[in-house]
């Protein structure tokens, strides 16, 4: 028994080495670094969330009249001013990036599972499952993004595990394509050929010779489905399909555009999407660094 | 060659039948159906049935299923619930202005991003010119469609007040074909186009950057410059051959497309196809939802095929079995 | 998000609860807690107000050491499983419009409250109640059925199964510099009314066409099936009577009306209307039209014909409706809605008349005061004046802009192409346009349109009387007139039906002040009790 | 043929072979680990139509030594020295003159044919691009010419329209010489043409560049490191080290009346083709490698490989003084003889015994 948690931690170690170099690696392009502490921000900044938010994001803010304090411009106890509803700005902001990045990490690892899932299966094994795995995919790829997310949120329900759910159900397709070429080309490997002439299970040889030397695509495109679930969560909940009863980005812009207070009230529009763009480009540079760094025929050998 | 387009082409049929059954039966399995909008004004339940008999909303899911793909197969998409048109009908108009904004925007966006993509490419390494490019085209495609709709909306049509910021041409404007070839019209189409553009700049941009890098350092450019061409016709090589990736991203990118024009035209009130499809999802208007689904799907699937016909026809190499 | 909530109570009342706690002494056993209550509201796409008042309203109740669970639904959705579908689980916010319909009370009265009724959500079924809103349906003297529906509200409010919460106050912004004698159509919503503010409306400068920054709801000019912009149809084809303010019919197309017996009623026609392409309007025309509609029985139509048999004519200009049962809301519900067409271009039409797409058949016409000239669908609709209407503007014609979102009709009515809003423009930011700039002006439109909430009475807690008593005292309707709908909403009076429809309201009905610490002291005398860190739990079996 | 495709093999026929002198020519790349002086100090003269080699192992800078005559090093290589054809300096030269230059007076023959032609274009298009890029002459003219120089290297012309990936190693190759006398440009380099491809095939090209040299009496510059190709080929050769000519001089000089230990053990490492019965000659190797270029060791480059060292030899770089009709540079050239009697047994080479 103490064998297969020696080997187990083993594996849990070896398979987080290349994450650890892969970080090393990334801080010496510089847009890597100002990709991920951009991106550490946000981390901290959806962490600390309800501490460092001033106000209560829906507590209506009242002014000495009693009246609703609606649409009031940057002052000093409300740094960002407040909404049509006399909401405080900055608390929705700083409370937005905890759904953000809720949206984001999770539909990500969600991708990334399943892209990984059909990717591996599909190149490792070939044959008829390839090709079923493979038509499924050209068909999930030849579903419009936004109007299918329209109809199934429209379906299940405005909730932020939905759109999650219908994220997942949109991305995993390019992921599966990609990581099914490297995987393809991993297959085709000598040392697979021998692992498998020397008899080694299909499982071993997938979790020790397949799926180490993939996890820079796998790492790469999770990156990017961070950043594709953010940017989809947005423009859902921008068209009024987001969950009402949470202070998203997306939301915040729906709101600010349904009052019809784009123009006006630039300290209530200006900020969220000045966020998105900030968090959703860090991703990017990230992904960009790293399949820089990683590709040999781009990497800058001046 | 033939016989791959043959197989590409059933594989497309394929697809595209299986994505209408899957949105037909998302359709269907929506709690809300489409005589919802008269319930609320009190209709009566035998009233009711006459309009589900009339939409054909009434036998089981699958009789309902074998009718709508049997109508397909003859061009047929239905009669639309809320306008009471035939779906084609209502939809065709909406086609022309979405492919208004749609084309020109993808070609523009694809020309500009790559002649960009070329230069940043081809500038020197870890130089000023290329880390702003990268920089600049990486802000840019981290910004929500919406967002760019919303800044030009700001900046262009508020704050300077040079453009329009909505609809598709001056209310008294001309119609029928005419409409579209005056100034008036163009006039409106700048600033939903110019977000298309800006939308689809970025990905070529940076795709035809990597391509650019990579191809500099191959040996037929050093032959070429040995030619005493110009530089820029050196350059022209390097773009030419990292057209390839370019390509094979470019048509697939439909899909995204449509989701950004989606966007573009709720925020400038353009009445395109996307703005139809979202009124219809929420009025239960299946007929019209669908066959914008159905349109959207063919136009990926042959954007694939396109695709990998230009491809063959960019890269020799690459023959076809 | 739901846990913010839950906080925001258990803090208030942790400290109400220990002062009860310390009063009560004796170790009074609870019964079992009150579960999580769903509370179902519009989702976004109906815009931010119903979120902000459901959650204002969730405050306030959760005072009561009740939990809630936000569950946003869409549009669509909510009217089919909630209102008609009967799958309302625990309590629901939502509101209905000013439709002109809603001014004669009977869908408060009946549709949403009386018995087997298919929009009563919230399943509501009294016996007593139920019959007297049969009886009241019958009463064509209008004393009589005042006196049955006061009743039915004095027994509604004593039972109060459900409560409105506000009324909206629509609005209307327009361009004074443009445009003058703007009217009020209160209380019914612009868009419902004809004669305020559209005929009334005269142009001040040579800019004789009226643009409208509105939506695109028509789904067709074929009267018979469209259903959802019949306030714009009328624009085309004008009905035998109109609504008025205080909730009675006033003549139009119909000079003079008469109850010859409980079941008849003879109309007398005005003698000087045409339609647009000049053909004299006669009893023919409408005799054709109202049997042509009881024969054919348009399934959008079904809720307002259900009770005529038919029409006979009299005379050139007079006819008579043959009605199966005495109907007394057939002056305000009926004669409002019904339309009259050209027999002469619909008489020898075989195909199916309902979906008939008058616009493509060029027999878009009607006698109503304006013309169809053009429709481009999604983008606008342009009517022109047919000068010899009885009551036509004093303008050349009306374009509709098909705009749908709030900034883009901001900015059409700020740079002129636009000269009037309406909604999709909320009120709120039309009054502060309406206030910053001087060539726009501001009208408030108090309606009937009501927000109410919605309780299952089919089970606990909402079966026992008392906790709806005490759920209605600690229901904020000021707070969510201010914080949900920004000042443009009223508190709603008692009972069911809106104060503003007049004559209908019963205005002795003994209001419920809005009370916090009464809301408990009911729930304590009706044997509730609260655990330590606040919640609510059932009387002791 | 039409007269402007007649006008233009005029003007190109009449072009006079081009006299190259380079003076002192130094490279040296920018690297991670600090400056590497891949040339330093290289000069030679080509007299114009004669042949010219330049022989050394791989890694001895020869190629860059060519690619530094056309000015094709990347960017992080600095050049300095002159390179004169007919009296003018390509060095000095701005972009607009460099690009007259390349390919109509001075042209490449490149060393792997295999992936220097543009993949995505035809192989007549490329020919036709060169034509153009110097004479303003229609693409059919050009196209003419083209099917001309496929002729000269016996390649059917039709294969013109095909693409790079169509051709086999030998034609491609072929393909890139018929490319460089586009222009018929009056020097003509020769980067190990023939390394890339198998013996027999190698043989049919080097004599196809030499028949086409007598005839077009072209300048040219031959690297290779295989000295049967040289002796067959060129009138003068140069020896190249570690980035230096350590001897050169008239060919025949050179190969047998050698005075730089490197010659002698560089023909040595050669199998030579003898007369029937005579004794084949062992193959003796030099042991050891090219000395690192970023820290090169003092004196004499090739002293730690050289079994006639001394301790001169390790503390001063020779210069290249004339020794016969060569220049040679070594500290005890006059011990030549001595050297070459040596060079020939196998134990000189044996590094162990001979520390000196």
Redo the contacts between chains.
């Keep these: 028994m103490s064998q297969t948690i020696h080997r187990s931690v083993a594996w849990v170690f070896r398979a987080l080495l290349p994450i650890v170099t892969t970080f090393r690696m990334l801080i010496q392009d510089?847009?890597a670094l100002w990709g991920l502490s951009i991106f550490g921000v946000f981390i901290i900044v959806a962490i600390i969330a309800p501490w460092i938010a001033p106000y209560?994001p829906?507590a209506?803010m009242m002014t000495e009249t009693g009246r609703?304090m609606?649409?009031a411009p940057p002052s000093s106890d409300h740094w960002l001013g407040t909404t049509?509803?006399?909401n405080d700005v900055l608390s929705q902001l700083i409370m937005g990036s905890r759904v953000a990045l809720r949206v984001g990490l999770v539909a990500a690892l969600a991708v990334g599972f399943i892209s990984t899932l059909v990717g591996v299966i599909s190149g490792y094994f070939g044959g008829i499952i390839d090709d079923i795995l493979m038509?499924m995919t050209?068909?999930a790829?030849?579903?419009?993004?936004?109007?299918f997310a329209?109809?199934?949120v429209?379906?299940l329900?405005?909730?932020v595990d939905n759109i999650i759910l219908v994220i997942t159900l949109l991305f995993w397709r390019n992921g599966a394509r990609i990581i099914r070429s490297v995987v393809l080309t991993e297959r085709e490997r000598v040392f697979v050929k021998w692992a498998r002439a020397a008899g080694a299970s299909h499982l071993h040889i997938i979790l020790k010779h397949i799926l180490p030397n993939i996890l820079r695509v796998v790492f790469l495109w999770v990156t990017m489905s961070v950043?594709f679930a953010v940017?989809t969560e947005?423009?859902l909940?921008?068209?009024?399909?987001?969950?009402?009863?949470?202070t998203s980005w997306?939301?915040m812009?729906?709101?600010a555009?349904?009052?019809?207070?784009?123009?006006?009230a630039?300290w209530w529009?200006a900020p969220p999407?000045l966020m998105?763009?900030?968090?959703?480009?860090?991703?990017?540079?990230i992904g960009?660094a790293y399949?820089?760094q990683t590709?040999p025929?781009?990497k800058?050998?001046? | 060659m033939r016989a791959y387009i043959t197989r590409r082409l059933l594989q497309a049929i394929l697809v595209v039948f299986v994505v209408t059954t899957i949105m037909f039966f998302m359709f269907r399995i929506m709690p809300a159906d489409p005589t919802t909008m008269f319930l609320e004004g009190g209709m009566t339940e035998e009233a009711r049935q006459v309009l589900l008999e009339e939409w054909g909303l009434n036998g089981t899911i699958w009789e309902q299923y074998v009718l709508y793909m049997g109508n397909l197969l003859t061009g047929d998409f239905g009669n639309s619930f809320f306008y009471r048109k035939p779906a084609w009908e209502v939809l065709f108009p909406f086609i022309i202005n979405t492919l208004w904004i749609a084309v020109p925007g993808l070609l523009l966006g694809a020309f500009i991003g790559s002649a960009l993509g070329m230069i940043v490419g081809w500038a020197p390494r870890g130089g000023k010119v290329e880390r702003s490019g990268i920089l600049l085209a990486t802000i840019i495609r981290g910004a929500p469609s919406f967002v760019v709709g919303i800044g030009l909306l700001a900046v262009f049509s508020s704050y300077l007040n040079w453009v329009p910021g909505y609809g598709m041409g001056d209310p008294q404007g001309q119609t029928g074909l005419m409409r579209y070839l005056n100034w008036d019209f163009a006039h409106h189409l700048i600033l939903p186009l110019c977000a298309v553009i800006i939308f689809f700049i970025p990905e070529n941009l940076l795709l035809m950057r990597s391509g650019v890098v990579e191809a500099r350092t191959e040996d037929y450019i050093e032959l070429v410059r040995a030619k005493g061409v110009s530089e820029k016709r050196v350059a022209w090589h390097a773009g030419r051959n990292s057209m390839l990736p370019l390509i094979t991203w470019l048509f697939p990118a439909l899909a995204e497309t449509i989701a950004g024009i989606v966007v573009v035209e709720i925020v400038f009130s353009w009445p395109g196809v996307g703005r139809e499809l979202v009124l219809a999802v929420v009025r239960q208007d299946y007929p019209v939802a669908q066959a914008a689904f159905f349109l959207l799907a063919i136009m990926i699937v042959l954007a694939n095929l396109a695709a990998d016909l230009t491809y063959s026809k960019l890269d020799p190499r690459v023959a076809y079995k | 998000m739901n846990y913010l909530v839950k906080s925001v109570a258990t803090a208030t009342v942790g400290a109400g609860s220990l002062f009860f706690a310390s009063a009560a002494l004796s170790q009074e056993k609870l019964g079992e807690i009150v579960p999580k209550l769903s509370l179902a509201y519009y989702a976004a796409d109906m815009g931010p107000v119903y979120e902000q008042s459901a959650r204002v309203l969730s405050q306030e109740w959760a005072k009561l050491g009740l939990e809630f669970q936000m569950r946003p639904i869409q549009f669509s959705t909510f009217v089919s499983d909630i209102i008609v579908g009967g799958k309302l689980e625990d309590m629901a916010v939502f509101s209905v419009g000013a439709d002109p319909d809603r001014i004669d009370p009977v869908f408060y009265l009946n549709n949403i409250s009386a018995c087997g009724q298919r929009a009563n959500g919230s399943s509501w079924c009294n016996e007593e109640y139920t019959r007297l809103a049969e009886k009241q349906l019958t009463q064509v003297n209008s004393d009589e059925r005042r006196e049955t529906i006061h009743q039915m509200q004095e027994l509604f409010q004593s039972q109060i199964p459900w409560w409105p919460v506000t009324n909206t106050v629509y609005g209307i912004l327009y361009n004074s510099d443009k445009w003058e004698n703007v009217t009020n159509p209160s209380p019914v919503a612009a868009h419902e009314n004809l004669v305020d503010p559209w005929l009334a409306a005269r142009p001040l400068t040579d800019d004789r066409i009226m643009d409208w920054a509105y939506l695109e709801d028509v789904s067709t000019y074929n009267p018979m099936s469209e259903e959802g912009a019949t306030g714009w149809m009328r624009f085309v084809y004008d009905t035998f009577a109109k609504i008025g303010a205080d909730g009675k019919s006033r003549p139009w197309a119909a000079e003079s009306w008469e109850f010859t017996d409980d079941t008849t009623v003879r109309v007398t026609l005005r003698d000087d209307m045409t339609f647009h392409d000049g053909e004299a309007v006669t009893a023919d025309d409408a005799v054709f039209t109202i049997n042509k509609i009881v024969e054919i029985q348009p399934p959008t139509m079904s809720s307002r014909i259900g009770n005529i048999a038919g029409a006979t004519k009299i005379d050139d200009h007079t006819f008579e409706f043959n009605l199966k049962t005495p109907d007394a809301t057939f002056e305000t519900i009926a004669m409002t809605y019904l339309f009259i067409l050209p027999e002469h271009l619909w008489a020898d039409y075989e195909g199916d008349m309902v979906n008939r797409d008058v616009v493509a058949d060029g027999v878009a016409i009607g006698s109503g005061p304006f013309m169809f000239k053009e429709w481009r669908v999604n983008e606008l609709h342009d009517l022109r004046t047919h000068k010899a209407h009885f009551a036509a503007p004093a303008y050349d014609g009306i374009r509709r802009l098909a705009l749908g979102q709030a900034d883009a009709i901001r900015s059409t009515m700020l740079d002129g192409t636009a000269d009037i809003a309406t909604t999709v423009l909320p009120v709120a930011a039309m009054s502060d346009l309406g206030m910053q700039e001087d060539f726009l002006e501001f009208i408030e439109i108090p309606s009937h349109g009501t927000m109410m909430t919605w309780l299952n009475n089919t089970k606990p807690p909402f079966s026992d009387l008392e906790f709806r008593r005490a759920l209605k005292t600690a229901t904020a309707r000021q707070r969510a007139a201010i914080e949900g709908w920004l000042g443009f909403a009223v508190p709603a009076g008692e009972g069911n039906v809106p104060r503003q429809t007049g004559q209908w309201y019963n205005s002795d009905l003994e209001p419920v002040a809005f009370d916090i610490d009464a809301a408990r002291k009911i729930l304590e005398d009706a044997g509730y009790g609260w655990d330590d860190d606040g919640r609510l739990h059932y009387p002791v079996k | 043929m039409s007269i402007e495709f007649e006008t233009l093999r005029g003007t190109l026929e009449k072009k006079p072979p081009v006299r190259l002198q380079v003076q002192d020519l130094c490279v040296t790349y920018k690297s991670a680990r600090g400056p590497m002086k891949a040339i330093s100090g290289v000069s030679f003269d080509v007299e114009p139509g004669s042949n010219f080699g330049l022989v050394g192992e791989s890694g001895c800078g020869k190629s860059t030594v060519v690619k530094s005559l056309m000015r094709l090093l990347p960017a992080s290589a600095t050049t300095s020295g002159k390179v004169l054809l007919d009296g003018n300096d390509v060095l000095a030269m701005n972009r607009q003159q460099l690009s007259r230059v390349r390919w109509a007076q001075i042209a490449l023959i490149t060393q792997s044919a295999m992936n220097s032609l543009d993949p995505v274009f035809t192989v007549g298009d490329q020919i036709v691009e060169s034509i153009r890029a110097h004479a303003d002459v229609k693409h059919a003219v050009a196209w003419a010419r083209a099917e001309e120089l496929f002729a000269m290297v016996g390649l059917p012309p039709e294969r013109l329209k095909e693409f790079p990936h169509q051709f086999s190693g030998g034609m491609r190759q072929r393909a890139v010489i018929a490319m460089a006398f586009s222009l018929n440009a009056g020097l003509l380099l020769a980067d190990e043409p023939t390394t890339a491809l198998d013996p027999i095939m190698q043989d049919q090209i080097m004599s196809r560049i030499r028949d086409i040299q007598k005839r077009l009496h072209r300048s040219m510059v031959l690297v290779t490191h295989d000295i049967a190709v040289v002796s067959e080929t060129c009138e003068r050769v140069a020896i190249m080290y570690a980035g230096r000519i350590v001897e050169t001089g008239p060919t025949h000089d050179v190969l047998n009346k050698a005075y730089h230990p490197y010659t002698m053990g560089l023909q040595n490492a050669f199998p030579k083709v003898v007369a029937k019965g005579e004794k084949k000659p062992p193959l003796i190797s030099i042991s050891g490698g090219v000395p690192d270029l970023a820290n090169p060791p003092a004196g004499c480059q090739f002293a730690p490989r050289c079994p006639f060292a001394t301790a001169q030899c390790r503390a001063e770089e020779p210069m290249l003084r004339t020794a016969g009709n060569s220049l040679v540079a070594c500290h005890h050239m006059e011990r030549a003889t001595e050297f070459r009697r040596a060079a020939l047994k196998a134990e000189t080479w044996r590094v162990e015994e001979t520390l000196q």
Excluded at chain 1, 257 to 264: H, K, N, P, T, Y
Aim: glycine share 8%; proline share 6%; aromatic share 8%.
């Design positions: 510089r847009f209560d829906f209506p609703l609606r649409l049509a509803f006399g038509r050209d068909v790829l030849s579903i419009p993004t936004l109007p329209i109809v199934a429209g379906l329900g405005p909730s950043a940017l947005a423009s909940s921008f068209l009024g399909l987001g969950d009402p009863s949470i997306g939301q812009l729906n709101t555009f349904a009052s019809g207070a784009l123009r006006s630039w529009v999407s998105l763009i900030a968090l959703i480009s860090s991703l990017y540079l960009r399949e820089e590709n025929r781009l800058d050998h001046s």
